[in-house]
C-alpha cells in the first residue's frame, strides 16, 4: 500500500509540473496541480499536485518580470550577504534593507524588493517575507 501511494505520487508531481507549467502565477498552479493530483492520486494526489504546482508557477509574469529586472539593473542597490536560504516564503533578516518597486514598473501588486547574495528578491512590504526571486 505505502509503494502504491509513493509511486502516485511520484507519477502526479510528473504529470502536475507541465500542467502548472502552462499556467501563470502560483495559486493558478496549485490550483492546477491539485485538480490534477485529485484526479490521478485522490487527496494524497491533490495535496501533491498543488505543491508541484504551486513551485512552477511564479508571481510575476514574464514581461512583469522582464521590466523588474530592467528597473532594479537601473537603481544599481548594493547586494547584501547573509548566511541564510534565500527562499520563497522566508522572512528577510531585518537588516536587509528593502526597496519599493514604483508604480511606473506596472506590478499588480504592491512589492518591495531587494538584492540579496547577488540575486534580486521580491517582497511582501508588510511581512518582509520572499514573494519570488527574480535571478
Known amino acids: 500500500m505505502r509503494n502504491h501511494v509513493l509511486t502516485s505520487a511520484a507519477l502526479l508531481t510528473l504529470l502536475a509540473i ?6 501563470t502565477g502560483a495559486a493558478t498552479g496549485a490550483a492546477g496541480g491539485a485538480v490534477a493530483g485529485a484526479v490521478v ?6 495535496a ?9 508557477g511564479g508571481i510575476l ?3 512583469e518580470s522582464t521590466r523588474m529586472r530592467t528597473y532594479v539593473v537601473s537603481q544599481r542597490r548594493p547586494s547584501v550577504r547573509v548566511s541564510d536560504e ?6 528577510l533578516p531585518s537588516r536587509v534593507r528593502v526597496y519599493p518597486v514604483p508604480p511606473t514598473v506596472g ?3 504592491p512589492y518591495s524588493y531587494t538584492v540579496v547574495n547577488d540575486r534580486t528578491v521580491l ?5 518582509r517575507e520572499i514573494v519570488e526571486v527574480i535571478d
Open 41 to 46: 492520486g485522490g487527496p494524497v494526489g491533490a
Open 107 to 109: 506590478l499588480q501588486n
Open 123 to 127: 517582497v511582501d512590504p508588510q511581512t
Open 48 to 56: 501533491v499536485g498543488g505543491i508541484a504546482g504551486a513551485a512552477a
Open 86 to 91: 534565500i527562499v520563497v516564503g522566508r522572512p
Open 61 to 63: 509574469t514574464a514581461e
Open 18 to 23: 507541465p500542467l502548472a507549467a502552462c499556467q
